[in-house]
DNA sequence: CTATTAGCCGACTATTTTAGTCAATTATTT
DNA sequence: AAATAATTGACTAAAATAGTCGGCTAATAG
């Protein structure tokens, strides 16, 4: 098992999806900068994220993307598989052949704890998080600073 | 976070310990045979478990290591931390630090994250898997095919 | 006392994964 | 036609994993 930037990157990511759906498709761009991602690597966690069905993009100017579907209807455990991270904690991919063909001492102790990690991920939808106190206030003061950001850059220009 | 073999090793070599405990020190020569795990890895391991505590060791021929206190008072969360392997699943180590010294839009779900699989680990024993009906059957099998390597020893040696 | 056992220690290494970068291409819209 | 933005593929530095290897030290059995 392992949850490293890759997958907290993903949900990051589609969470900025979600907070601003509604005006058209968000551009990678756009979560790159609000988000502190590296574009390029964005691009590479968003063709896994198409593969998997999980957003839909729109070329060309004013393009970006979108969530396939409704935000209630994606759960986080769905996007952190879709990045190659699994959240199985066996060493066997739960298969149980882990010692010699067969299960290991501790085999069913980690098949344990990946149910636990799995219900406990696969109970929350993008549209939780979105309703969450503590997301919405990041949130707000990612908006802030990114307006700050654009109205200085307005100003450097008009010198 | 990440659990890998690492950490999958040193609970297994704990529980091997606990389940052998009572006829004086194991050798880790012995668990490497009846687990399956590189004996100079073992070592490396093992270093960690004494400096955090978990195990005593004891020198020369008939020598090996132990538990350092009851089995119902070691936790696996304890032993996969000693090896390094933190159970956190933040990116910041719980700070909340992550977006330009602020929380990062995803913080607090890694964190409630964090708190369900430290709860899980911290709940669980070296006496209450040495308990465990599947932890006993694979004990036994293992066991099994340990006398019979012996015997085919003895067999091979005497000719 | 000496040979053996088994822990102890540090250095080294191959492989894999992470977290990217870079360049080129394709589709779309203004 | 120009600009925008997704798409693709190849490449890379750094870190972690999962070890190996050799030599050393302590303790004990004979």
């Known amino acids: 098992m392992r949850l490293t930037t890759k997958g907290r990157y993903a949900v990051t990511a589609m969470l900025d999806l979600a907070l601003h759906e509604g005006r058209g498709p968000i551009s990678l761009a756009d979560i790159s900068s609000r988000q ?37 209807d994606i759960y986080i455990v769905q996007v952190i598989d879709a990045v190659n991270e699994s959240v199985d904690a066996t060493g066997c991919g739960g298969k149980g052949d882990c ?38 206030e990041v949130s707000q003061r990612q908006d802030r600073v990114r307006l700050q950001s654009i109205e200085f850059e307005r100003i450097e220009a008009t010198g």
């Open 36 to 72: 502190l991602i590296s574009l390029s690597y964005l691009e590479q966690l968003f063709a896994k994220l198409r593969r998997n069905d999980l957003v839909k993009s729109v070329r060309g100017p004013g393009g970006g993307y979108q969530l396939s579907r409704d935000k209630a």
């Open 99 to 136: 010692h010699e063909g067969e299960a290991c001492l501790t085999h069913h102790l980690w098949c344990d704890l990946s149910d636990q990690i799995h219900a406990f991920l696969s109970g929350i939808s993008l549209a939780d998080l979105v309703a969450r106190r503590d997301v919405q």
